[in-house]
């Protein structure tokens, strides 16, 4: 039985996977009450369908990149979870999760999440889900000329409003992505950590200084 | 009576800590996992990465400590969480890995105000004895607080401005001494003397406290002589700006003890170790026939076993959250 977690948006994407099917799923926007509801939402699947906690032998978590907080919460529960009950834990991108849901039939999926200020964070995969350009924080019109140059068909993917024609809007398919990542290679929970794929401004500022 | 175990977590600011305390005063194990090494080169705590080192450390400490009180989830009585104020990107590590093993073991979830945490300190090595004041001064905190009784907290006052120990890191920054600057200028003004002219912080009958315009003088101080080409006497002022802050801080804290009449005097937090201040405090209870406690130096600072002694008494009182807990970065103690 596997427990998916995902709260690296403002939306709470989580959800008990067995033989193939979905049991229970929660897919809401929280935005700031991330952190409030997160827990309480997850213990529900587990109430209302008399799941123990122990039953979970797989957990996955999207683990970022997106909001550092939300990526926190999430990888949070996921790792103490794995910890002490001694399930295997193993994590995913919020991009590859994102491609893999895509619905589109396009040689290419671009995957995004808006990080502001002209930037995103994103990926480009193929129709195998392959990734053919390596996920990270990029100005979004760098990115456009990357995908241009593609010479292909492809589609925008993100559940954030970006400034690009034809976005699909992101709906996990989690039981897609499930069914892909369940054999993955187990981390230890310890080791878990979130994929910001950005430093932290204090650290971009100490390294520009050892620059200058 | 059934003895009562409580895991205490503590994340608010830059460590990361976990305690086992048996029935609010017997520390079964803690383990710290501080930052201050990372943030020392930021010459202060970087709130984003802070967060950062959290989440990577949280299950470390959580295993650490269960191993070294040999115990299991399971014989924990109740999971006591700090759940404010501090940094809120903090806080909130501490707080889902508290919930989530709430929900697994199904375990008492207990919501414990830092500062709570800070007095309950004292507990650790001696049992609070009622009316109380409690002097709290640490890196984001200095309040004077009137306990009547177990886990019952009236707010006497408080800074309007920094807290001590923000000033205390500002000031050694601006003289150059390293971070964090309480056990520096602590070091620093026992050599020294206090020659310096210092303005004395809101000197008036309240409870409060500002440091922010002592701080300023620092800093013109420290300008000024640069300016008239003198060497700034570290030492000096070190002891000079010691001397008017521990006595601001004695003097407001001996008029709340009068003015209530109560004879129990505590110190928490990280200022709490400063040598200067528990001399000051211990020779003004001496004569003033006041009982003067103060944690040992290893609780002084942000620690679980002190959130863990408080959630015992949060506890007893049936202070209990459920799941839908959540941190606060500013929040009254009551």
């Given at each position: 039985m596997i427990l998916y977690i995902d709260t690296t948006s403002n939306y709470l994407y989580s959800a008990i996977v067995s033989n193939n099917k979905i049991i229970s799923q929660v897919k809401?926007?929280?935005?700031?009450?991330?952190?409030?509801?997160?827990?309480?939402?997850?213990?529900?699947?587990?109430?209302?369908?008399?799941?123990?906690?122990?039953?979970?032998?797989?957990?996955?978590?999207?683990?970022?990149?997106?909001?550092?907080?939300?990526?926190?919460?999430?990888?949070?529960?996921?790792?103490?979870?794995?910890?002490?009950?001694?399930?295997?834990?193993?994590?995913?991108?919020?991009?590859?999760a994102m491609a893999l849901s895509s619905k589109s039939n396009t040689t290419y999926k671009v995957p995004m999440i808006d990080a502001r200020r002209?930037?995103?964070?994103?990926?480009?995969?193929?129709?195998?889900?392959?990734?053919?350009?390596?996920s990270k924080y990029i100005k979004l019109d760098d990115l456009k000329d990357i995908v241009k140059d593609l010479n292909d068909s492809y589609s925008w993917i993100s559940n954030n409003d970006i400034d690009v024609s034809n976005l699909e809007a992101y709906d996990p398919d989690i039981l897609k992505i499930c069914n892909k990542y369940q054999d993955k290679e187990t981390l230890n929970p310890h080791l878990v950590k979130p994929e910001y794929m950005k430093l932290t401004e204090a650290e971009e500022n100490l390294k520009e200084a050892k620059h200058d | 009576m059934k003895d009562i175990y409580i895991l205490g977590i503590e994340s608010s600011c830059d460590e990361t800590s976990c305690s086992i305390v048996k029935n609010g005063c017997e520390n079964l194990a803690t383990v710290i996992s501080s930052q201050i090494d990372i943030h020392a080169s930021f010459g202060g705590v970087v709130p984003e990465i802070a967060s950062r080192e959290h989440v990577k450390n949280i299950t470390f400490v959580l295993e650490e400590c269960l191993t070294k009180a040999n115990m299991k989830m399971s014989e924990i009585t109740a999971i006591a969480i700090t759940y404010g104020p501090g940094l809120i990107g903090s806080l909130l590590i501490g707080l889902e890995a508290a919930k989530t093993l709430s929900f697994i073991y199904n375990k008492p979830l207990i919501p414990v105000h830092h500062i709570a945490g800070h007095i309950y300190a004292n507990n650790l090595n001696n049992k609070l004895k009622f009316p109380l004041i409690a002097l709290v001064a640490s890196g984001g905190h200095t309040e004077l607080v009137y306990m009547k009784?177990?886990?019952?907290?009236?707010?006497?006052?408080?800074?309007?401005?920094?807290?001590?120990?923000?000033?205390?890191?500002?000031?050694?920054?601006?003289?150059?001494?390293?971070?964090?600057?309480?056990?520096?200028?602590?070091?620093?003004?026992?050599?020294?003397?206090?020659?310096?002219?210092?303005?004395?912080?809101?000197?008036?009958?309240?409870?409060?406290?500002?440091?922010?315009?002592?701080?300023?003088?620092?800093?013109?101080?420290?300008?000024n002589e640069k300016q008239r080409g003198r060497d700034l006497i570290k030492e000096d002022l070190a002891a000079s700006f010691q001397t008017v802050v521990v006595d601001t801080i004695s003097k407001k804290t001996?008029?709340?003890?009068?003015?209530?009449?109560?004879?129990?005097?505590?110190?928490?937090?990280?200022?709490?170790?400063?040598?200067?201040?528990?001399?000051?405090?211990?020779?003004?209870c001496t004569e003033n026939g006041v009982n003067f406690t103060f944690p040992e130096?290893?609780?002084?600072?942000?620690?679980?076993?002190?959130i863990a002694a408080a959630g015992y008494f949060a506890?007893?009182?049936?202070?209990?959250?459920?799941?839908?807990?959540?941190?606060?970065?500013?929040d009254k103690l009551n």
């Open positions: 809401e926007q929280l935005d700031s009450d991330l952190s409030v509801y997160a827990v309480p939402k997850i213990a529900d699947m587990f109430d209302k369908n008399d799941i123990a906690k122990d039953d979970i032998t797989k957990i996955i978590v999207v683990n970022g990149p997106g909001s550092f907080t939300g990526i926190r919460i999430g990888v949070t529960i996921a790792k103490v979870y794995a910890w002490t009950l001694k399930i295997d834990i193993t994590t995913i991108t919020s991009l590859e002209g930037y995103v964070f994103a990926g480009i995969f193929d129709k195998d889900n392959e990734q053919i350009f390596k | 009784e177990d886990y019952s907290f009236e707010k006497l006052g408080g800074t309007l401005d920094d807290a001590i120990g923000e000033c205390y890191d500002k000031v050694a920054r601006v003289v150059g001494i390293p971070y964090p600057g309480g056990p520096s200028i602590d070091k620093l003004a026992l050599v020294g003397k206090a020659t310096y002219k210092l303005p004395i912080p809101l000197n008036d009958n309240s409870y409060n406290f500002s440091f922010s315009g002592l701080k300023s003088a620092v800093i013109n101080l420290a300008h001996m008029k709340a003890l009068k003015d209530y009449n109560v004879d129990n005097l505590i110190i928490a937090g990280g200022v709490a170790a400063n040598k200067l201040l528990r001399e000051k405090l211990a020779t003004l130096m290893k609780y002084c600072t942000d620690n679980g076993a002190m506890y007893k009182k049936g202070r209990i959250a459920d799941l839908n807990l959540n941190s606060k970065s500013n």
